[in-house]
């Protein structure tokens, strides 16, 4: 991974990607021309080795810490960081129940950071990607966001914790009323508040040439769904695997039109019909729930 941090921006630049034989992966995290200090952070665990030795499926992470709030870069570091060590530490859970010990887990670890002098009142979203066989897995706190892209069709796979998300949910206001409301910053769940953390957990089904697209409110403020499901669409007719081309595209797009808020993008492209890892049913983490 590549990590170009200063003392004026936060967690700086971060690029990183990887080619496995099922699937390629691409992270890109920018400060954008807006904001001074970049808090969002993304990372992953994608191990090279053939996938009939993995304990546990790939996992990608984005995190968007709080702006306005004491260390919003930090938090969002410290979620990513936490999330990805407890993923990798391994145990006999299902990789439901796994992916949301890993969040819990860095609630946790947000949480203590707080407590530090300098910290305290930080917090931060963070949006999971796991896949378990022909199936993927997405945890998510906050309004960072996972969509499943299929041929041109982008599909929102999680629901925002957010006060304008609820009020659409409820048909308060309409989604033009949302685009500007002045709450649409405030978030009803983030990592780091509280000991204990609500997370959701959203599964679907996964096919060849699915891309998968976790990103910071930055990225999809800037860049609308049927924006994403064409640009996709037409990398993938160009040239197969796309994740590099695809996070620099919609980054590259969100950051022209003067993104308001930090822009991350992490995107995993799936390259084969083959179950992701591959079968496992003779471990405990692949067990029938």
Same mark, same amino acid.
Not at 96 to 119: C, F, I, K, P, W
Not at 182 to 188: D, E, I, Q, V, Y
């Given at each position: 991974?590549?990590?170009?941090?200063?003392?004026?921006?936060?967690?700086?630049?971060?690029?990183?990607?990887?080619?496995?034989?099922? +699937? !390629?992966?691409?992270?890109?995290?920018?400060?954008? %021309?807006? =904001?001074?200090?970049?808090?969002?952070? !993304?990372?992953?665990?994608?191990? $090279? $080795?053939?996938?009939?030795?993995?304990? =546990?499926?790939? +996992?990608?992470?984005?995190? %968007?810490?709080?702006?306005?709030?004491?260390?919003?870069?930090?938090?969002?570091?410290?979620?990513?960081?936490?999330?990805?060590?407890?993923? $990798?530490?391994?145990?006999?859970?299902?990789?439901?129940?796994?992916?949301?010990?890993?969040? /819990?887990?860095?609630?946790?670890?947000?949480?203590?950071?707080?407590?530090?002098?300098?910290?305290?009142? *930080?917090?931060?979203?963070?949006?999971?990607?796991?896949?378990?066989?022909?199936?993927?897995?997405?945890?998510?706190?906050?309004?960072?966001?996972?969509? /499943?892209?299929?041929?041109?069709?982008?599909?929102?796979?999680?629901?925002?914790?957010?006060?304008?998300?609820?009020?659409?949910?409820? =048909?308060?206001? $309409?989604?033009?009323?949302?685009?500007?409301?002045?709450?649409?910053? *405030? @978030?009803?769940?983030? +990592?780091?508040?509280?000991?204990?953390?609500?997370? %959701?957990?959203?599964? !679907?089904?996964?096919?060849?040439?699915?891309?998968?697209?976790?990103?910071? %409110?930055?990225?999809?403020?800037?860049?609308?769904?049927?924006? *994403?499901?064409?640009?996709?669409?037409? @990398? #993938?007719?160009?040239?197969?695997?796309?994740?590099?081309?695809?996070?620099?595209?919609?980054?590259?797009?969100?950051?022209? =039109?003067?993104?308001?808020?930090?822009?991350?993008?992490?995107?995993?492209?799936? !390259?084969?019909?083959?179950? #992701?890892?591959?079968?496992?049913?003779? /471990?405990?983490?692949?067990?029938?729930?």
């Amino acid at each position: 991974m590549s990590v170009d941090p200063s003392a004026d921006a936060g967690n700086g630049v971060v690029t990183s990607h990887g080619v496995l034989a099922k +699937l !390629t992966w691409a992270l890109r995290s920018e400060p954008g %021309d807006v =904001r001074p200090h970049n808090e969002d952070y !993304t990372g992953a665990f994608a191990p $090279t $080795t053939p996938d009939d030795a993995w304990d =546990r499926g790939p +996992l990608v992470v984005v995190a %968007d810490g709080l702006g306005g709030h004491a260390a919003g870069e930090v938090a969002s570091r410290v979620a990513v960081d936490a999330a990805i060590a407890d993923w $990798t530490r391994g145990s006999a859970q299902a990789p439901r129940q796994a992916l949301r010990s890993a969040v /819990r887990t860095a609630n946790v670890a947000v949480y203590d950071a707080a407590l530090e002098s300098g910290h305290h009142g *930080m917090g931060t979203t963070i949006t999971a990607l796991t896949f378990a066989g022909h199936n993927a897995l997405v945890a998510n706190v906050g309004d960072s966001r996972a969509y /499943r892209i299929r041929g041109d069709a982008c599909e929102q796979l999680t629901a925002d914790h957010s006060k304008v998300a609820e009020m659409l949910r409820m =048909r308060l206001i $309409t989604p033009e009323q949302a685009a500007n409301h002045p709450a649409r910053s *405030m @978030l009803t769940r983030s +990592l780091g508040a509280d000991p204990g953390v609500q997370v %959701d957990i959203v599964e !679907t089904d996964v096919v060849r040439d699915d891309v998968f697209l976790l990103c910071s %409110d930055g990225l999809w403020d800037a860049v609308g769904r049927v924006e *994403m499901g064409a640009i996709v669409a037409g @990398l #993938i007719g160009e040239r197969s695997p796309v994740a590099v081309e695809v996070a620099a595209a919609l980054v590259d797009l969100a950051l022209k =039109r003067d993104a308001p808020d930090n822009v991350t993008a992490a995107v995993v492209h799936v !390259t084969s019909d083959r179950p #992701i890892p591959c079968s496992a049913g003779r /471990r405990s983490l692949f067990r029938r729930r």
